[in-house]
């Protein structure tokens, strides 16, 4: 078990963290809205692939599933709109306790979603083409996303520090 915790959970946990400091500097968003934008940029690139592959009625289906799986990321982003882009001290403290708890607590839950990721592609066959097309969608779908989503709510959130435009002016940097 400690050989998963090295090699498998600790790097997968240090890179979800590299990805929202990346995301909070490079962009100045909040770590929260990280995930649904990764969520809905998925579903646009396996939107894209379902117009080159499927047509007619199997086009209609993919296009209707992926938009129902768009909704509760479309939610989070306008309704994180909603409240100021204000990421302090105390934002940080809390998410960082969320973290740890998650990192703690949901560690099976993480393995078994990453078992599930690593063998799901390969129950994408069936003798129909469209259905195989979408049953492949459907599993590259949750291959980028739910682990993904997993990571990054147990990630150590970034310092509010990092990318605080008012603070660098207040020391003189900006």
């Given at each position: 078990m400690e050989w998963i915790n090295s090699y498998i959970d600790r790097p997968l946990l240090d890179g979800a963290a590299s990805g929202l400091r990346a995301w909070h500097i490079r962009f100045g968003q909040h770590?929260?809205?990280?995930?649904p934008t990764w969520h809905l940029?998925?579903?646009?690139?396996?939107l894209i692939a379902a117009a080159h592959f499927l047509h007619d009625s199997g086009l209609v289906l993919c296009a209707s599933a992926l938009a129902m799986l768009a909704l509760p990321s479309v939610?989070?982003?306008?309704?994180?709109?909603?409240?100021a882009n204000i990421y302090s001290r105390r934002e940080y403290?809390?998410?960082?306790?969320?973290?740890?708890?998650?990192?703690?607590?949901?560690?099976?839950v993480r393995m078994?979603?990453?078992?599930?990721?690593?063998s799901l592609p390969f129950f994408a066959g069936t003798a129909d083409p469209t259905g195989m097309f979408f049953l492949l969608g459907a599993s590259l779908w949750f291959v980028l996303t739910v682990p993904a989503k997993f990571y990054l709510q147990a990630a150590e959130p970034p310092e509010p520090d990092e990318d605080d435009r008012l603070f660098q002016r207040a020391v003189g940097f900006g």
């Amino acid at each position: 078990m400690e050989w998963i915790n090295s090699y498998i959970d600790r790097p997968l946990l240090d890179g979800a963290a590299s990805g929202l400091r990346a995301w909070h500097i490079r962009f100045g968003q909040h770590p929260e809205r990280l995930e649904p934008t990764w969520h809905l940029a998925v579903l646009s690139l396996l939107l894209i692939a379902a117009a080159h592959f499927l047509h007619d009625s199997g086009l209609v289906l993919c296009a209707s599933a992926l938009a129902m799986l768009a909704l509760p990321s479309v939610w989070k982003l306008v309704s994180s709109f909603r409240v100021a882009n204000i990421y302090s001290r105390r934002e940080y403290a809390l998410h960082r306790t969320r973290a740890f708890t998650k990192r703690e607590a949901e560690w099976s839950v993480r393995m078994t979603v990453l078992f599930v990721s690593a063998s799901l592609p390969f129950f994408a066959g069936t003798a129909d083409p469209t259905g195989m097309f979408f049953l492949l969608g459907a599993s590259l779908w949750f291959v980028l996303t739910v682990p993904a989503k997993f990571y990054l709510q147990a990630a150590e959130p970034p310092e509010p520090d990092e990318d605080d435009r008012l603070f660098q002016r207040a020391v003189g940097f900006g």
